[in-house]
């Protein structure tokens, strides 16, 4: 199975200044990505001046806590590893569930690690572009926290936004903490937090349980929908793997396809599934879905907000019809009586007022 480099990722992308080695080095192996790049670059930056959500009081909320998050990233490998305490595997695995869940976790899930799960070669951060991705970690642990839905449900408003960068914090926190305890009982660990991942989340966090991908390109969790942000912490530290779940993900989207309808940059397929590498898997556009960013000055989250399961769908009901299209179209007529094609909240919350 191939590997997804991880220079090609929006963010990894708009990170490479003009005339810099990297860009160089990037558009020489993407010639492709240059044109679509250079026009997304004279753009205003996400929540800065000329985006249509800017607030000079409101804005730097966000932009403070990605700047704590990049400075976490020193952290990401933790202290020097102690000498190793015997452990139980399965003993393990409930402690560290417990432990997470203790610290803020609405969910978490253990998956053996597949070569595909880690990118190739590393984009950002920038000092580290072009690294290739070593990492023998057997293991990953993802940790999910959950998404405010009354902040999600205002998206593309900067609540929208805050809701993300808070739940960013909050399971790099967790996986950083988990990591620093991992080393101190002797075993190797990594987290992987936002601006600093060798893995690609939705597809280890979808093989540990936590959810399913869903058209967008997001994980759907159960009790949550796409309302979660993760992080992950890889390790060699034994422990015991989740089953990957299922609850008929991909035969609601087929039938959905709402997120495509309300995705303001058309960056989401209203096509049947493509086959890759065996499975079947929706991709974005992600350069249309960036772009639109930089316009509106969040990061969107309209699809995630639109996303039924994001608002609570019947889960027993859907288990005992998810084979059946005629019931799940049901379902999903019955959802949009209550909420309309998505559960907008035009008001500002007394967050930014
Ligand atoms: S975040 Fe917004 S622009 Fe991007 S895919 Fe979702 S709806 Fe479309
Ligand atoms: S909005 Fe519908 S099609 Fe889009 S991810 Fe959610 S369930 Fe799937």
Same mark, same amino acid.
């Given at each position: 199975?191939?590997?997804?480099d991880?220079?090609?990722?929006m ?16 558009y ?7 044109s679509?790049?250079?026009?997304i670059?004279?753009k205003?930056?996400?929540n800065s001046?000329?985006?249509a ?13 990605f700047m704590?998050l990049?400075?976490f ?5 933790g202290?020097v590893?102690k ?7 399965v003993d393990?695995t409930s402690?560290?569930k417990k432990f997470c869940?203790?610290?803020g976790?609405?969910?978490i899930g ?11 070669f590393i984009g ?5 572009y072009g690294?290739?991705?070593d ?13 405010d ?14 809701a ?5 914090v909050?399971?790099?926190i967790?996986?950083?903490w988990?990591?620093y305890y991992i ?10 937090i ?6 690609i ?7 540990a349980g936590?959810?399913e991908?869903?058209?967008?390109g997001l994980?759907?969790s159960?009790?949550y929908g796409q309302?979660?942000?993760?992080s992950?912490v890889t390790?060699?530290?034994p422990? !015991? ?8 993900v991909?035969?609601?989207?087929k039938l %959905?396809?709402? &997120?495509?309808? =309300? +995705?303001?940059a058309?960056a989401?397929s209203?096509e ?6 065996g499975v079947?898997?929706?991709? !974005?556009?992600q350069e ?11 990061? %969107?989250?309209? &699809?995630?907000? =639109? +996303?039924?399961?994001?608002q609570?769908?019947?889960?027993d009901?859907?288990?005992?019809i998810?084979h059946?299209?005629?019931? !799940? ?11 309309g094609?998505?559960n907008y909240?035009?008001e ?6």
């Amino acid at each position: 199975m191939s590997k997804i480099d991880g220079r090609t990722i929006m963010f990894a992308r708009m990170s490479y200044e003009k005339g810099s080695k990297e860009y160089e080095d990037y558009y020489k192996n993407y010639p492709e990505h240059e044109s679509i790049d250079d026009q997304i670059r004279l753009k205003p930056h996400i929540n800065s001046e000329g985006t249509a959500t800017f607030n000079n009081i409101n804005s730097p909320f966000a932009d403070a806590g990605f700047m704590m998050l990049s400075d976490f990233q020193k952290y990401v490998n933790g202290p020097v590893k102690k000498e190793k305490t015997n452990i139980k595997d399965v003993d393990m695995t409930s402690k560290l569930k417990k432990f997470c869940s203790y610290l803020g976790a609405v969910d978490i899930g253990v998956t053996k690690m597949k070569p595909e799960f880690f990118y190739s070669f590393i984009g950002r951060p920038l000092k580290d572009y072009g690294k290739k991705v070593d990492n023998n970690h057997k293991y990953g642990l993802v940790i999910a926290v959950e998404m405010d839905k009354n902040m999600i449900n205002r998206a593309p408003q900067l609540e929208e936004m805050f809701a993300v960068t808070k739940g960013y914090v909050d399971s790099a926190i967790i996986a950083l903490w988990m990591t620093y305890y991992i080393k101190m009982l002797g075993y190797d660990a990594r987290a992987h937090i936002d601006g600093n991942y060798e893995v690609i989340v939705p597809l280890v966090a979808q093989n540990a349980g936590i959810g399913e991908i869903g058209r967008n390109g997001l994980v759907i969790s159960r009790k949550y929908g796409q309302r979660i942000r993760m992080s992950v912490v890889t390790t060699d530290m034994p422990l !015991i793997a989740d089953e990957p779940s299922d609850f008929g993900v991909k035969k609601f989207c087929k039938l %959905c396809n709402k &997120c495509s309808k =309300t +995705c303001p940059a058309k960056a989401i397929s209203s096509e049947p599934p493509i086959i890759e590498n065996g499975v079947e898997r929706w991709r !974005i556009k992600q350069e249309s879905c960036y772009e639109i960013w930089r316009s509106l000055g969040t990061d %969107c989250g309209i &699809c995630l907000a =639109t +996303c039924p399961f994001s608002q609570g769908l019947d889960l027993d009901k859907l288990e005992q019809i998810k084979h059946s299209d005629e019931m !799940i179209l049901k379902l999903l007529k019955e959802h949009e009586e209550k909420y309309g094609i998505r559960n907008y909240i035009r008001e500002p919350l007394n967050i930014l007022k």
